[in-house]
C-alpha cells in the first residue's frame, strides 16, 4: 500500500475512536446519570490517551514525506493537506505543555463555575493568569510551526485560513456601521407590543413541535436523534447525528428556535461526502463554515417571515391553541426579531450579537500577540461595551469579562467563528436567490431547492477545499460584510 | 511498580475500553438509528480489536509469572487468579481460529433468522456443521489449556468450576421430580379461571409503573437507567447500569416483570465492591450467579404473592383501573404462576423452563464431548421434548432445535447458567429466611433488609470466591437441588 493510502486506512481507524468519544461524549450530556461519571471520565481520558498514541506514531512523518512526493489527484491533494494540517496540530506541542494547560485550564473552569455567580474577579484571575501564561506559550509554538503570528496560528485550529487581517477587515466594516443600525432597529420596535408567552408548554408537546419543524427542515431520521441536555449541542457522527435542546415549560420560543438551529449542524454533518467518510477530507470546513449552516437555518430561514407562519401553525395545532394571541404569526415575527442591548452573549439577538463577538475577538488577539495582559480585560470590555453597545460593565465581571466558559479552559481564537457564520449565512442566502426562489420554497413547505444548493454547494465538499475557495465557488466572491449589512437593514428595518 | 500492581493497572486501563465497548453497546440496541449501523459496527470492530491487542501484550505472561511468585494478601491472590482466568481464555486460541468462528457463526446466524421462519433444517445444517465443528476444535484447545473435558472446558468460560459431573447430578435430581410435579401442578390448575389482560396500557404508563417497582426494590437511578430495546438487556457498566425492556400496548404482565428480572441483574452489579472496580475480583462471579440474581428478584420476590399484591396496587394507580377484574391480587397471582408445557423455552413458566435447559445442556455436552453429531440434533431434541414435556417436535425445527439463538454462533456452555441460577436463588432464598423475615419486610414494602443479605453475601463479593465457596459462605453448602425443589413444591402445589 502506498504512503498515502496508508495515511488514509491510518485515519479510518483513529476516526473509528472519534466515533466511540461522540457517541460516549452525547450519552455523557444527554443520557448519563450523574453517578456514572467518575468512571465514563476515566474511560475517555484512555479513550483520548489512545487517539493520542495514535496520532504520534513515528511512521507518519515519513508516510507524509512519502505522500507528498507522489502522483497524487486533486482530491487525494485535498485530503493529505486537511490529513496533515491535523497531524501537525495535534503532534507540534510538548506533551508537558498540553498536559499543564489541560490542568490549569480544568482548574480555571471549575472555579469559574462558583467565582461567576459571585462576580469574583480577583479570584478568577488568580487561576486565569496561568490559563493566560500557557496559551500564549502554545499560541507561540504554533506560530512558529506555521508562520503566522500567534493569534493566528490559534484561529487556525479553528478557522483554517482566517487571519487577524481579514477579520480586521470584516469587523471593522461591521462596526462602521452596526451601532447606528442597532439605535435605528430600537427606535423602531420601541412602539411595537408583543404578547409573551406565559403558560404551561409540557415537554412532551415542545418536542412533537420541535421532531415536526425537523422534518419540515428534512432531518434525516434515519442517521440522527434529537434528545434533551443542559446545553444544547449538535453532536454524534455524520451517519448518526445526535442533536439536543432543552425544554422550559414556561415558554417555547427558545427552545424551538435551538432545534432549527441544531438541525442546521445537523443536516450539513448528515450532507458530507460518504466517500471521505472517517478521512479529514470528509469532515466540516471549519467552524465558522459549522455555523454558518446552523444560523442559514436559523436566521435565513427560521426567522423569516414566511418560515414562521409554518411555526405558528404547526406550533397551535401541538398547543391546541387556536385563537391564542401569542401564536399569532404577526406575534411570532415580533417575538422572533426583537433586539435589545444586553450583557449576556449567548441571550443575544441576531443585531446586537456581533457586537459581543467583534468585542471578544479583539480582546483576544491583543492578548495572544502579548500587546495587553490578562488583568487589563476588564477595563477593555467596559470601554468596549460602551462603545459598541452603550452598556457600562464597570465592576459588573459576572455579566462582564467573566460570563462565557470559551476562555477559562485557554481556547482563544473560537469566538470569530460565531459572526462568521452569520456573514457566510447571508452571502450564502444571496448567492442562492439568484437561482433559487427561496420565499416561494420557504411559503410551500418544501424546501428541497434551498437544501439541494447548500447540499452541491456546501455539505458534499466536505474539507476538499480552502474555505476561501469554498465561498468563492459557492457565490462567486470571498467573505465580504455587504450581504450581511444587507440582510440586517432589510429585516429590521 | 510489582508485576501484580503492573497487571492490576493492565486490566483498568482495558476495562475502560470495556466501558465504551458497553455503553455503545446499549446505544446500539436502545438508541441508535437504523441508518448508523454500519459506522458504527466499524467503530466497535476497531475497539476490539485494540482490547484483543491489549490483552495479548508479551510482557504480560512474564507480570502473571512474577505475581504468582510473590507474597499477594488472600484478595490479591484472589483478584490475580481472576485475571488470569480472563487472560488465558482470551490468548489461549489462535487467531485464525477466532476469527474462522467468528465469520461461520456470522453466517450462520445471519441466514438463520429467515431459515428458523421457514422451517429449513437442511439449509441451517450446512451453516451450523462448520460452527460445531470449529467449536469443537476451541473445546479442545481450551481442554488441553485447563485440563478439563472439552465440554466442561466451554462450560468455563461462563460457569467458571462448574462440571459435567456436578451439573448431571444436580440435573438428574431435577429430571426424577420434575415431569411428575409438572402433571401434578396442571391438574391443579385446570380448574382455576384467569382473566387475561386485554387492552390499552400505553407505553408511558407501562413505564412509570415500571420505574416505580425499580423503586420499590431499590434501583440506584443515579447509577443506571430504564430504556427501551427489543432484546430486553441489562448492560451498561457497574457504576451507569442501563436496563431495557420491550412494551406491548395490548397487556402489561411481560414487561413488568422483565424490569423486575433485570433490576436483579441491576442491583448485582450495582452492588459489585467499588474497591476492585476495573479488575476481574469487581466482576460478576459468573453467569449462573448473575441469573440467580435476576431470578431471586423475578421468582423469589417478584412473584411472591405478597409483592404481586404491591404490583395490583400500583399498576390499578398507573393505569387508573379501579375495579378492573384484571388487576385483582388474585387475578394477577394466577396470572403470574400459570404453567403450560410448551415448545418455546423464552416463553416457558418457572416451573417448565428447566425442562427446555437439561434438554439444552444434555444435547450440547454430547455435541462437544464428540458423542454425537450435528445431524442428531433433531432426533435427539424430539426425543428428550417427549420424555421432559411430552411434546412432539418431529419435524418441526422452527419450535425444536433451531427456536434459540445461542448455538448459532457455537456459544455452547451458556444454557445450564439459567437452571443454575434458579436453583441458586432458591437456595438462597432458603439460607436468607434463616436470619431475615422475608415476609414481612415484602409485606411492608421496605425490603432493605432483603438486599442487606444479597449485598453482604453475594453483590458485595465480586469474583474474590470460587463460586462453590461463596454458594457455602452464603447458605453453609455448596448447590443442591432440594431447595429448588421445595420451592417450586411449595409455589405451584
Chains 1, 2 share one sequence.
Not at 378 to 393: A, F, H, N
Amino acid at each position: 500500500m502506498d504512503a498515502y493510502h496508508q495515511l488514509v486506512e491510518h485515519a479510518k481507524n483513529i476516526s473509528n475512536f472519534h466515533h466511540l468519544s461522540a457517541i460516549c461524549g452525547w450519552d455523557q450530556a444527554a443520557m448519563m446519570p450523574n453517578g456514572g461519571a467518575e468512571a465514563r471520565a476515566q474511560a475517555m481520558a484512555a479513550l483520548h490517551v489512545h487517539i493520542h498514541q495514535l496520532m504520534n506514531q513515528p511512521q507518519l512523518a515519513e508516510w507524509f514525506e512519502q505522500a507528498e512526493q507522489a502522483s497524487l489527484s486533486a482530491d487525494q491533494q485535498s485530503v493529505l493537506r486537511e490529513m496533515k494540517r491535523g497531524w501537525q496540530q495535534a503532534t507540534v506541542l510538548p506533551e508537558s505543555l498540553v498536559q499543564a494547560k489541560s490542568i490549569a485550564g480544568a482548574r480555571c473552569e471549575h472555579a469559574w463555575r462558583a467565582q461567576r455567580q459571585e462576580n469574583d474577579w480577583t479570584g478568577f484571575a488568580a487561576n486565569w493568569e496561568e490559563v493566560v501564561k500557557l496559551s500564549r506559550e502554545e499560541a507561540q509554538i504554533r506560530a512558529e510551526a506555521t508562520g503566522k503570528t500567534p493569534y493566528d496560528a490559534m484561529l487556525d485550529i479553528y478557522e483554517p485560513g482566517a487571519s487577524s487581517e481579514a477579520l480586521d477587515h470584516l469587523f471593522n466594516d461591521v462596526k462602521s456601521w452596526l451601532p447606528e443600525l442597532i439605535n435605528h432597529v430600537l427606535e423602531k420596535q420601541s412602539g411595537e407590543s408583543v404578547i409573551m408567552p406565559q403558560g404551561n408548554y409540557p415537554c412532551a408537546n415542545q418536542k412533537a413541535l420541535g421532531l415536526d419543524v425537523m422534518k419540515l427542515l428534512r432531518f434525516d431520521f434515519n442517521h440522527g436523534r434529537l434528545d434533551e441536555s443542559v446545553h444544547p449541542f449538535c453532536g454524534g457522527v455524520p451517519s448518526d447525528v445526535r442533536i439536543t435542546t432543552r425544554y422550559n415549560e414556561t415558554e417555547f420560543v427558545q427552545s424551538l428556535m435551538g432545534i432549527v438551529h441544531e438541525t442546521g449542524h445537523a443536516r450539513y454533518e448528515q450532507g458530507l461526502p460518504k466517500s471521505y467518510a472517517g478521512t479529514a477530507g470528509g469532515e466540516a470546513r471549519s467552524m465558522g463554515i459549522h455555523e454558518s449552516q446552523s444560523l442559514f437555518f436559523e436566521m435565513q430561514i427560521g426567522r423569516n417571515p414566511l418560515f414562521i407562519s409554518h411555526l405558528a401553525r404547526l406550533a397551535t395545532q401541538h398547543f391546541n391553541a387556536h385563537n391564542d394571541p401569542v401564536f399569532a404569526v404577526e406575534n411570532l415575527q415580533r417575538l422572533y426579531s426583537r433586539v435589545k442591548k444586553d450583557f449576556i452573549r449567548v441571550d443575544a439577538d441576531e443585531l446586537t450579537y456581533p457586537a459581543h463577538v467583534i468585542l471578544r475577538y479583539e480582546i483576544e488577539r491583543d492578548l495572544m500577540n502579548g500587546a495587553i495582559e490578562y488583568r487589563d480585560v476588564p477595563e477593555l470590555w467596559d470601554q468596549k461595551m460602551q462603545d459598541y453597545l452603550g452598556l457600562s460593565t464597570q465592576g459588573n465581571y459576572r455579566q462582564g469579562c467573566m460570563q462565557d466558559i470559551h476562555w477559562t479552559d485557554g481556547s482563544f481564537g473560537y469566538f470569530p467563528s460565531y459572526t462568521l457564520g452569520a456573514m457566510y449565512a447571508a452571502q450564502f442566502m444571496a448567492a442562492m436567490k439568484k437561482t433559487v426562489n427561496v420565499d416561494d420554497a420557504i411559503r410551500s413547505g418544501d424546501l428541497t431547492p434551498v437544501f439541494d444548493w447548500l447540499s452541491e454547494k456546501i455539505w458534499s465538499k466536505g474539507s476538499l477545499f480552502l474555505t476561501d475557495e469554498l465561498v468563492k465557488q459557492a457565490t462567486g466572491e470571498t467573505l465580504n460584510a455587504y450581504y450581511f449589512k444587507e440582510h440586517l437593514t432589510t429585516r429590521y428595518l
